[in-house]
């Protein structure tokens, strides 16, 4: 007798991964119609110019494999982009390479640099890809928390946790979730922490152009004894609105950009050539990127305006496109709870800050992205208003 056909079980290399909090989130939002301000991406479109230079890429006879590094041109626009805005040169052949999207250059600056056993240390709260990516390639997380409430690194705590096996330090600035941007100094003070170490920093720069109120985006390239440890990551997608795009790129040391090659190029290989080529077209002109720090303020401060009528709390939203609120004065639900019941009773969704904490930490914050039409905004802020 033949037996029944049956499916080996796999294991799992993550066992505590799950589904996410932004798909579960999403989810609700769409089954009670809530205004869904829980994932980060915008509801309006990019700019037509850079649609039509896809078109015109693709009428060109751009649609076949692009070099393994990246469309040269695009690799050059990145070069001078970063020179003209941080005083580092890249050099565009050895130093960098576009990659599908952020997250695939993290997890292969991860893979490239991390060995079974090698601790990476982590600043919580963080985004979700990190800590896997980590597991995945037989790295030890070592979770440092951010200062609770201001989301400043603690470099007492950052220090205590450096050992012999510290690998690599990850970082975000803008941060996501909380919108907390680095500074000089607080770049200085890393860089004087790890000179006397070999340990990596891996530099998720991805909202590097959403800085408010004057500020700069302190990159690590601005820094010489960072830059020359550090993979820069960033993303068209963010720059541009086009997060379904997935591209993106990582800026390093040519030594450091030989190993992240090796395992790009059997990772994804190459990346979208049509986009590649719109991108390099559309980054002749500084002035998207460059004007993009006004369109996200004025989107910020209309919602905060909105918000600061109602018993939320604002945090400071110094970049990225998001902002928290503390929620204590509204409810004594906790963060993940509070979530589900602000979009089912009131309307609109956010994103509890404990989904970001490996222990779920719970300070009664959440966040809200305010990446959207200012009538999304509007219609979220008259739900809001109830509270």
Request: include cysteine; proline fraction near 7%.
């Amino acid at each position: 007798m033949t037996a029944a056909p049956r499916t080996p079980e796999p294991g799992t290399k993550l066992p505590a991964v799950g589904t996410t909090i932004f798909t579960v989130m999403s989810a609700l939002a769409t089954e009670h119609g809530a205004v869904n301000l829980g994932q980060g991406f915008p509801d309006f479109g990019c700019d037509p110019k850079l649609l039509d230079a896809v078109t015109a890429a693709m009428a060109a006879g751009h649609n076949q494999y692009p070099p393994m590094t990246g469309v040269p041109l695009l690799r050059e626009r990145i070069a001078a982009k970063i020179e003209a805005l941080y005083g580092r040169r890249y050099d565009a052949g050895t130093e960098i390479t576009v990659t599908a999207g952020a997250t695939q250059a993290i997890i292969t600056a991860i893979l490239a640099l991390v060995r079974p056993g090698d601790e990476v240390i982590v600043l919580e709260p963080c985004y979700d890809s990190y800590v896997p990516n980590i597991e995945l390639a037989g790295g030890v997380v070592v979770r440092v928390p951010l200062v609770p409430g201001s989301f400043r690194p603690d470099f007492g705590r950052i220090a205590a946790a450096l050992t012999p096996r510290t690998r690599a330090i990850l970082i975000n600035t803008p941060h996501n979730p909380s919108g907390t941007v680095w500074t000089a100094e607080e770049m200085r003070q890393l860089e004087d922490l790890l000179a006397p170490t070999d340990v990596f920093v891996i530099s998720d720069e991805v909202y590097e152009h959403m800085v408010y109120d004057g500020a700069l985006h302190q990159s690590v390239a601005r820094f010489p004894g960072l830059a020359a440890r550090s993979l820069i990551v960033s993303s068209f997608g963010k720059t541009y609105h086009v997060t379904g795009w997935k591209v993106g790129y990582v800026a390093a040391p040519a030594v450091l950009t030989a190993e992240f090659r090796k395992v790009h190029q059997f990772n994804v290989f190459t990346v979208n050539t049509p986009m590649q080529h719109a991108l390099a077209h559309y980054m002749a002109d500084a002035a998207p990127y460059l004007d993009l720090p006004a369109f996200y303020q004025r989107k910020r401060d209309l919602f905060a305006e909105g918000l600061a009528r109602t018993r939320l709390r604002l945090l400071p939203s110094e970049g990225s496109y998001f902002q928290c609120v503390d929620i204590s004065s509204v409810s004594d639900l906790s963060e993940a709870d509070f979530c589900q019941w602000l979009t089912r009773e009131i309307g609109v969704a956010a994103i509890p800050l404990s989904a970001f904490y490996g222990d779920g930490f719970d300070q009664r914050v959440v966040r809200f992205c305010y990446a959207k039409r200012d009538e999304t905004l509007r219609d979220a802020l008259t739900r809001l208003a109830k509270l």
